[in-house]
């Protein structure tokens, strides 16, 4: 079975703190895709990463970093400093590779509110 | 390029009504697919479609019915609307296989 899970349902932070966001993932392709996705409060889905299951460098871009670790099946994401625009809900997601699906399995979705 | 439009943005039905949720896309993308976002449960797939002329169901596929005659549409019919479908709803395409998915804006679907 495919699966993502997001244990934290919602984090609150005070602005310039650090946090980061769990995703844990369960699949038993060899190849597949994960991502992370943010959702503003305005509703619509901002694609942020997309990491390949044989990539396991760390990627970081300016405030955000992933964190890719197969051993554990967890696909991290941290926000350094984090600012009141960061407040959105973010999702993980997995894509197994092969067949013609295409189709992404979302975990529940952290809610991060960052106060000023 | 207008990337991924979704129409309506709200709509309410009465139960048993249907209606057509339409999705349109001006990327070329062979994949187009159809999720629904129900608090809690973050994103399903409803149905997908590889190519003008193929779909197949997803994850939730109960109650709903697509089509794909044209590589630029995807839409998402409801034969006979129940407050269980009060939900948003995404469509969204992708160039190939386990890239990006391009999101549209969503249509929240309301049915009493």
């Known amino acids: 079975a495919q699966k993502v899970t997001q244990a934290q349902t919602e984090i609150s932070v005070v602005e310039k703190e650090d946090v980061t966001l769990d995703c844990v993932y369960e699949t038993r392709d060899t190849t597949y895709y994960l991502f992370w996705y943010k959702q503003p409060p305005s509703g619509e889905l901002v694609f942020l990463i997309r990491?390949?299951?044989?990539?396991?460098q760390n990627e970081i871009s300016g405030r955000y970093s992933w964190n890719f670790q197969k051993s554990t099946s967890s696909f991290n994401f941290t926000i350094t400093a984090s600012q009141v625009v960061d407040s959105a809900v973010y999702f993980c997601a997995l894509t197994p590779y092969g067949g013609a699906t295409n189709k992404l399995i979302f975990g529940t979705g952290t809610l991060l509110a960052v106060q000023p | 390029n207008a990337g991924v439009t979704q129409t309506p943005k709200f709509q309410v039905l009465k139960t048993g009504q249907s209606m057509t949720l339409q999705c349109a896309q001006d990327m070329n993308h062979e994949y187009m697919s159809w999720y629904r976002q129900d608090p809690g449960m973050g994103l399903r797939l409803i149905h997908y479609s590889v190519g003008a002329g193929i779909t197949d169901q997803g994850e939730v596929p109960n109650g709903y019915n697509v089509s794909r005659s044209t590589t630029e549409d995807f839409p998402l019919r409801l034969l006979s609307a129940a407050p269980s479908q009060t939900s948003v709803y995404f469509c969204?395409?992708?160039?190939?296989?386990?890239?990006?998915?391009?999101f549209g804006p969503g249509t929240r679907l309301t049915v009493t």
């Open positions: 969204a395409s992708s160039p190939g296989t386990a890239l990006k998915q391009y």
């Open positions: 990491r390949n299951s044989f990539d396991e």
